[in-house]
């Protein structure tokens, strides 16, 4: 198994300066953070290949990369319930939530509880994990039922209005994804934002 010391190693070749320190500037609260991009961490986790006990280190370093690996490299049938609902209140920015979100949990059995669960949270970051989460189960096919749905919505017209704009885009990608799966959805999605556009929010609006 690749080491924790080889992957930081490796890390120094991708490094780019410039993104580091926009990342940096950003104070998305990392200790060590080298500017690497997605598509060549994700090429990292596909060579290093899956492992619980390196996904486990991984996230507990203070370091961008390593932490965003983790979850690429976690095993969605080994990782437990525990161990996403950890992962989920200690992301700490928008980018590992939605990253964590969409390269793990929405992989996990319990992946529609799970983001349910999160959706009810009073953690805005949770929250967004939890909507990330459900825009990939619902662009998988993934219908709630009725209670579900209803519950869902309420959820979703709160989220919309919330002034986090990270929160608001993944409850809207969530609502577009939903409404793409029935024409049932799609009506009561669309009178939700509606009522909320009426209401003098516009939860598509850029800050």
Known sequence: MVSIQELK???????????AAAMRDAGLGYKLCWGISLPVLRRMADETGQSYPLAIALWQEQVRECRIMAPMVMPPDEATDADADLWAHTAGNPELASIAATTLFCRMDHAPQLAFSWIADPDWLVQT???????????????????????????????????????????????????EMALHFQRRIDTMLSSITTEGTNPQKQE
């Open 9 to 19: 190693r490796s890390f120094r070749s991708e490094m780019n300066g410039v993104a």
């Open 129 to 179: 994990a939890g909507w990330h989460t459900l825009a990939r189960l619902f662009a998988a096919g993934q219908e709630p039922n009725q209670r579900a749905t209803d519950e869902l919505l309420d959820h979703m017209a709160t989220a919309l209005a919330d002034p986090h704009l990270p929160l608001r885009k993944a409850a809207l990608a969530a609502a577009q994804r939903l409404s």
